[in-house]
């Protein structure tokens, strides 16, 4: 019995391995791939894996981690990313992956951590840049390393009172031991000696402590948000807009990942949160942060993701 000609059709593919069986086999039999406009590799897919990736917000922070770490740049499906191998003298060198959230606060945080695990999946996430200090143990130019956050911003509003309802976020338990190793080597508070890039010297403190974090601009000492913050734990040394983002993304990304986020929190002081706040110090303070975060990258490598429990 002669057959007549046969047609197959209904294949898609979107990048990675398709395999085709029983199909084309046989005399005559033929096979044409055709790709759709547009069609590649699909955004959420990792491009490369990175050993540590890096937030920062202001253009000075992200300059400051650029050229403190040799970073380079490079556009993916829109973003744009600062990449770079840091040599360690301890093995392979680090794998940096670097990106800069599209403005200030915790809901492009959020997102900015979701384009890095995209693209990159990092072991690390390090938000990097600059801070207020609510303490007056830590000076300008000081740098705060934090692995817990408190997030200030949940309140209820009362006729006669604003009642704070804080909430406390810790990194990894993996993440505190690397962070406690550095200062075991550096001492605590570490005393380092940092050039700019200008040639500039200048002696710097790197304490471990807590980042009180939301979505207000701090320009008052005595403002009431400062003495809540004391009364929750007057182990917080400094203020930020953006590492409560953070913290709860990493939480909650780690659920769906199957294994613990790692994150910490590098902000060098620029400023006393208090009305002679303003920008004459941040490029100081941005750049202390990220040469601390570079000597800081062998304790870091190697973290991994912890994977964690279900039942």
Known sequence: MERGPVHNEGVATFGGTTTVRESAVGSGATVTVTTAPGA????????????????TVLAVEANAVRLALGLRRENAGGLAFDLGEVDLRSGRPARIAATRALAQGQRSTVI???????????DVVVLVGIGGAIQPKTGIGDVVVATRVVYYDLRKELPQ?????????EAPAAVGHAVNSFFTDHGEPAELTITDPAGVRRDTRVFSGLIGSGDAVIADADSEIVAYLSRFNDKILAVDMEAGGLSQACHEHSAAAGRSQNWVVVRGISDNADPGKNDDHQAVAAWHAATVVHRALPYLIGLGGTATSRT
């Open 161 to 169: 009172q604003t009642r704070h309802r804080g909430e406390e976020k």
């Open 40 to 55: 590649g590799a699909r955004h959420d897919e990792p491009r490369r894996k990175a050993d540590i990736g890096i937030i």
């Open 112 to 122: 900015a951590f979701d384009n890095l695990r995209r693209h990159h999946d990092p």
